[in-house]
């Protein structure tokens, strides 16, 4: 059991101090009122008649004590001791009982009184001192009435006596037991509503650290509500505030899949793309039931953990052919190389024939490039990520592909001030950020004569993730052409394999981070690494 369950079974009842608070002012004002009506000479015949001066010493003493508790309890502001509580029971009991001993014993009805004692003691106190209180009680008016017999004032009536004994252990069984009751069912109630709310604080930790982003929207298409991963999607202040009036179709792109599925619900919206660089999304649309409010609720998922996933199993499926295959075609083709070397080593070719042998053995050593890739997509292990500051991680990286490049080159680093966490598998991201920065290097060579790129690192202004930037100054990649260079065995290189990108964009995926190509202000050729955030936890 939790510690805040345990500390509502032990803790009193909870209207404790507001019922002690009451009381206070009740005694106050019966004191008050006894003390006034006999001052004033009011009901005389009754209020201390038999034992004038006693009553007035006792109902003075009374009121400046009951004044004095309330003071306490009012400045205080919280429940008395125990103790506190049954000495100020123990005074009320004392001071009615000497009150109706002046004022002619038990026929004055002034016995009701202490029965009010008896009960709220019950209520403020627990099991037996409460009921020594109402034993104390009962002494207290046997000893008023045998002193009242004994001196000769008033005729004593024992069955009176026995009866409002009786009549006091009752009272203060029953509000025992009531109180017990009310009691329990507060505790109940008061674990109820804080499994509830320890429940609806789980739910929305939940909703919160999901992956998949859920808003919800009016009839108009307000957002009434959403989650930290619908807020990074769709570019929404990090945290909801109601006064916020954000509307779902604002955004053209939104309005016009939100549209397209009020027409047909059916019908599954294809993903989208909110801005250049932003990753791809896919959202679903279902409507509250019993909302009355023809509230929508709309989920709204990144299509990179989907392709993970697809990924994956692809390559589960495809590993072992293409292993196999790959190892089939090794051993023809390391024979088919090892002859065409022996042939241009004979010494009765002519020139046309050494050329051919030479293409033969150029030609090879590029298919033995492709098989050693295709082997290497297959035995691809899983990433495994941790977090690191991208910009230190970088300028080592820096200092050594600078030195296993073989040519001088000029690498400019544009890093900022504060560090930049990221969490990834680094041995893979070196992986891609070395065929990334070597064909930078060798394309802008081709173009200016001077093999040099820029690493840049930033925070993406709307999706709040780091990104890197690897910036070439060769002629860039054609329109046509850009939608394809990510697919497998395509290059505009006569000497390449068509495999790097591919590679560097599945192991980008593997690392829920994304690779895509553009064009810089200066029309510069440019790829941007975007990296999941630091904080979110790898699948």
């Known amino acids: 059991m939790s510690s805040q369950y345990k500390e509502l079974l032990i803790h009193p009842l909870q209207d404790n101090y507001r019922l002690l608070r009451i009381y206070a002012w009740y005694r106050a004002l019966l004191a008050s009122v006894l003390f006034g009506m006999f001052a004033v000479g009011m009901v005389s015949n009754v209020l201390g008649r038999l034992h004038p001066a006693l009553y007035g010493y006792t109902v003075g003493v009374y009121t400046f004590i009951s004044f004095m508790t309330l003071a306490r309890i009012l400045l205080v502001r919280r429940e008395p001791a125990t103790s506190h509580i049954f000495v100020v029971c123990l005074i009320d009991i004392i001071a009615l009982t000497m009150i109706m001993y002046c004022s002619g014993g038990i026929a004055t009805g002034l016995g009701s009184l202490v029965f009010i004692t008896v009960a709220a003691s019950s209520i403020f106190l627990r099991g037996q001192i409460a009921t020594l209180l109402a034993a104390l009680a009962c002494i207290a008016i046997l000893l008023e009435s045998v002193a009242s017999g004994y001196f000769g004032q008033v005729d004593i009536n024992p069955l009176a006596v026995a009866l409002l004994g009786l009549l006091l252990f009752v009272t203060s069984l029953l509000f025992q037991y009531l109180t017990r009751r009310i009691l329990a069912s507060q505790q109940s109630a008061a674990i109820q509503a804080a499994q509830a709310a320890t429940l609806q604080k789980l739910n929305e930790m939940i909703v919160q650290r999901m992956h998949t982003g859920i808003a919800v929207l009016d009839n108009v298409g307000r957002v009434l509500l959403y989650n930290e991963a619908a807020a990074r999607l769709l570019y929404l202040p990090a945290q909801f505030d109601t006064r916020d009036q954000l509307y779902f179709n604002s955004n053209p792109v939104l309005q016009a899949v939100l549209k397209q599925w009020t027409d047909n619900p059916q019908q599954r919206p294809p993903p989208l793309q909110l801005e250049e660089g932003s990753p791809e999304i896919q959202l679903n649309f279902?409507?509250?039931?019993?909302?009355?409010?023809?509230?929508?609720?709309?989920?709204?998922?990144?299509?990179?953990?989907?392709?993970?996933?697809?990924?994956?199993?692809?390559?589960?499926?495809?590993?072992?052919?293409?292993?196999?295959?790959?190892?089939?075609?090794?051993?023809?083709?390391?024979?088919?190389?090892?002859?065409?070397?022996?042939?241009?080593?004979?010494?009765?070719?002519?020139?046309?024939?050494?050329?051919?042998?030479?293409?033969?053995?150029?030609?090879?050593?590029?298919?033995?490039?492709?098989?050693?890739?295709?082997?290497?997509?297959?035995?691809?292990?899983?990433?495994?990520?941790?977090?690191?500051?991208?910009?230190?991680?970088?300028?080592?990286?820096?200092?050594?592909?600078?030195?296993?490049?073989?040519?001088?080159?000029?690498?400019?680093?544009?890093?900022?001030?504060?560090?930049?966490?990221?969490?990834?598998?680094?041995?893979?991201?070196?992986?891609?950020?070395?065929?990334?920065?070597?064909?930078?290097?060798?394309?802008?060579?081709?173009?200016?004569?001077?093999?040099?790129?820029?690493?840049?690192?930033?925070?993406?202004?709307?999706?709040?993730?780091?990104?890197?930037?690897?910036?070439?100054?060769?002629?860039?990649?054609s329109d046509e052409d850009r939608k394809q260079?990510?697919?497998?065995?395509?290059?505009?290189?006569?000497?390449?394999?068509?495999?790097?990108?591919?590679?560097?964009?599945?192991?980008?995926?593997?690392?829920?981070?994304?690779?895509?190509?553009?064009?810089?202000?200066?029309?510069?050729?440019?790829?941007?690494?975007?990296?999941?955030?630091?904080?979110?936890?790898?699948?």
Not at 489 to 511: H, P, Q, S, V, W
């Open 286 to 477: 279902a409507r509250m039931e019993n909302s009355g409010n023809d509230l929508v609720l709309v989920f709204v998922e990144d299509t990179r953990h989907m392709s993970q996933r697809a990924q994956q199993l692809k390559l589960a499926s495809l590993g072992h052919l293409t292993a196999s295959i790959a190892h089939e075609v090794r051993n023809p083709l390391g024979a088919i190389s090892h002859a065409a070397q022996l042939l241009g080593e004979s010494e009765g070719l002519s020139e046309a024939d050494r050329r051919l042998a030479a293409i033969i053995q150029n030609h090879s050593l590029r298919v033995n490039r492709i098989i050693e890739n295709v082997l290497q997509l297959s035995r691809r292990q899983a990433a495994n990520p941790e977090k690191r500051d991208l910009c230190e991680w970088l300028t080592r990286f820096e200092q050594q592909h600078r030195q296993t490049y073989g040519k001088p080159v000029q690498i400019k680093l544009d890093l900022p001030d504060t560090p930049m966490p990221v969490y990834v598998d680094f041995s893979q991201m070196e992986q891609v950020l070395g065929n990334l920065c070597s064909n930078g290097l060798r394309y802008s060579e081709k173009s200016t004569g001077v093999a040099s790129i820029t690493l840049r690192v930033y925070m993406h202004d709307s999706l709040a993730i780091p990104c890197l930037d690897i910036i070439d100054y060769g002629r860039g990649i």
């Open 485 to 539: 260079i990510f697919e497998p065995f395509f290059t505009t290189d006569a000497k390449g394999t068509g495999l790097g990108l591919y590679i560097a964009r599945e192991l980008c995926l593997a690392n829920q981070a994304s690779l895509d190509y553009k064009k810089t202000s200066e029309g510069h050729s440019c790829f941007q690494i975007s990296f999941p955030h630091s904080n979110k936890m790898m699948m």
